[in-house]
């Protein structure tokens, strides 16, 4: 007789949705140590109404050190050509008194940001994913469309 062998996921199952554009809100960002490579991620809830509202995504990026440990809400430093640091300037570029040595993720809070959302089909060894694990991830942050000043 054969004995069923019982597995248990100790990570969740990342969140599916179509790809397209939406609308979200920044909740928080985390830093981390992953593939030997300092990263950010920066976590988002759709906003949009329907069945994907209140879905969390996440953007991670690439930032040049980890100022500390990893954490939530930890700090970094990018440099001035790299992915975040020129998604930041083009969000606020047009805005009244922007310094770009001085803008920061918090700057996100409040506001509404149209972003776009992608599937991830191929692992981080270029495998192709099943049905079953591919997941959703926001690809680019496109413009602020509402929120304080």
Same mark, same amino acid.
């Given at each position: ?51 994907? /509202? $209140?879905? #969390? ?7 040049? &050190? +980890?100022?500390?440990?990893?954490? *939530? ?18 969000? /606020? $570029?047009? #805005? ?7 803008? &920061? +993720?918090?700057?996100?809070?409040? *506001? ?38």
């Amino acid at each position: 007789m054969t004995e069923a062998i019982e597995i248990e996921l100790v990570d969740k199952i990342r969140p599916l949705i179509t790809d397209g554009k939406y609308s979200a809100r920044y909740i928080y960002h985390e830093t981390a140590k992953a593939f030997n490579e300092d990263k950010v991620y920066v976590y988002f809830d759709i906003v949009d109404p329907g069945e994907n /509202f $209140g879905i #969390r995504l996440y953007r991670a990026y690439r930032v040049n &050190s +980890l100022i500390g440990q990893p954490r *939530k809400n930890g700090r970094f430093t990018v440099k001035s050509r790299s992915e975040l640091f020129l998604t930041l300037c083009n969000l /606020f $570029g047009e #805005r009244k008194s922007f310094r770009p040595d001085r803008i &920061s +993720l918090c700057d996100l809070k409040n *506001k509404i940001i149209s972003v776009k959302v992608r599937t991830v089909v191929k692992d981080y060894k270029q495998r192709k994913l099943p049905e079953c694990l591919k997941y959703s991830v926001i690809d680019k942050l496109i413009e602020i469309e509402a929120g304080g000043g």
